[in-house]
Every structure is written in structure tokens, then in C-alpha cells.
């Protein structure tokens, strides 16, 4: 029988949407393996909260390369003062690639948190946006929405490894939870990434597995 994890203990899955699928405008490696491996621990409730984020980007977002004359997909710019890495254009809202996957049943999921919603600012982590004009890294309420739920752990998987799963698992450290990443259910942008995002996390005291 599976396990069923201790009540302080929440799941976060991140972004697990078509457009970081194989074939999808910003894919992530292997991408769709992680797929039935979640859909496993949604279905077997193994934890008893359950968050999910959604990457969801107006159209004309300040991430997309498009917005960037004479800017490529991949080039790290200058936003607000900050290093961007600039996208193709992703998981804008309403649109088919930016839907929860279908082949995952959400139902059990306590909070759907949509992030990257304004324009003007990326947010890669689901505890925090990224910066915004003004300087500053806005909180998206996650810590305290778990606090108050009694939680003191989170399990991170989902897409992508070396971007939002990396961050959100580092914030969540950073806001004091105890972390552990499902590193073989997570994929990456870029397999290149896979040694520092280790190190990142060895770095940060992050448990990996
Ligand atoms: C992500 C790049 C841009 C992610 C989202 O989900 O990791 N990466 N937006
Ligand atoms: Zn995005």
C-alpha cells in the first residue's frame, strides 16, 4: 500500500502544462515522463494537501522574446535591473498550452495559484514573483495559505527542473519549509542545467529524491 504522507506535508506541482511538453512552444526534455508518475500520487492521495501552479502569461508578456526587438528566444536581457532570460512566447492565458495537463485528474489539487499573470513581471517561483519595476519580489500569499494549513514540508516536482522547480524549492526553503525535490519528477529546459541545479540545491541544504 502506498504511503500516505504525514498531514504537515504538501505536494506542490509546477507548471505541468502542454507548452513545456515535447512539441510544445518552450519544451522541456523528456518533459512528459514525469506525467504519469504525478498522475500516480494525485490518484493514490498520498498527500493530503495539494498545490498546482500555472504558468499564465498575458500575450504580450515582458518574458517573451517577441517583445524584445531584435531579441532571440534564450538571450538573457536586462529587465528591471535583473538578468531575464527571454522565452518563446508560453502558456499565455486561454490558451490549449496553457491548461493544466489533461492527462493528470486535478481534482484533488486545494489551490490552483496562476502566476506570471502581469505583464511587466516574469515569476518563476510559486512563493514569489520575480522583480518587478519597482525592485521589489512581490509574495503570491503561498507561505502563509500553507502555514495556515498547519504545513512544514513541501515535495516539489513538475517543470521546469532548473527554472520554476529550482525556484520554488529555494523560496520554500528561504520561507523556512522543510524541502524535498522529486528530482525524477521534474525535466529541465536544458539537460546542461541538470549539474548546477544540483549544486544549487546541495548548496542550499535542499533534499533531493
Ligand atoms: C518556466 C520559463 C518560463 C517554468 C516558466 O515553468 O519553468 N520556465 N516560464
Ligand atoms: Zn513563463
Redesign the pocket.
Known amino acids: 500500500m502506498d504511503v500516505v504522507f504525514p498531514a504537515d506535508t504538501a505536494l506542490i506541482v509546477?507548471?505541468l502544462q502542454p507548452d513545456?511538453m515535447p512539441g510544445g512552444a518552450?519544451a522541456c526534455f523528456e518533459g512528459d515522463a514525469i506525467v504519469p508518475g504525478i498522475a500516480r500520487l494525485l490518484a493514490a492521495r498520498r498527500y493530503q494537501t495539494v498545490v498546482a501552479t500555472q504558468?499564465w502569461h498575458p500575450p504580450a508578456h515582458a518574458?517573451f522574446a517577441a517583445q524584445h526587438a531584435g531579441q532571440v528566444p534564450f538571450q538573457v536581457i536586462a529587465l528591471h535591473g535583473q538578468p531575464q532570460?527571454l522565452?518563446p512566447d508560453?502558456?499565455v492565458q486561454g490558451t490549449p498550452g496553457a491548461e493544466l495537463d489533461p492527462r493528470v485528474d486535478w481534482s484533488c489539487a486545494d489551490l490552483i495559484l496562476r502566476k506570471?499573470t502581469r505583464a511587466q513581471v516574469?515569476s518563476?517561483s510559486a512563493f514569489r514573483e520575480n522583480h518587478g519595476p519597482d525592485g521589489t519580489r512581490p509574495s503570491t500569499g503561498l507561505a502563509g495559505w500553507l502555514r495556515e494549513r498547519g504545513i512544514a514540508q513541501v515535495h516539489v516536482c513538475g517543470?521546469?527542473r532548473d527554472?520554476?522547480?529550482l525556484w520554488t524549492a529555494q523560496d520554500a526553503q528561504a520561507e523556512g519549509f522543510g524541502v524535498r525535490f522529486l528530482w525524477e519528477l521534474t525535466r529541465p529546459?536544458s539537460p546542461a542545467g541538470d549539474a548546477p541545479t544540483r549544486e544549487a540545491l546541495q548548496q542550499a541544504g535542499i533534499a533531493i529524491g
Open positions: 509546477v507548471d513545456f518552450l504558468d518574458s532570460t522565452w508560453h502558456c506570471g516574469d518563476y517543470l521546469a527554472v520554476c522547480v529546459v
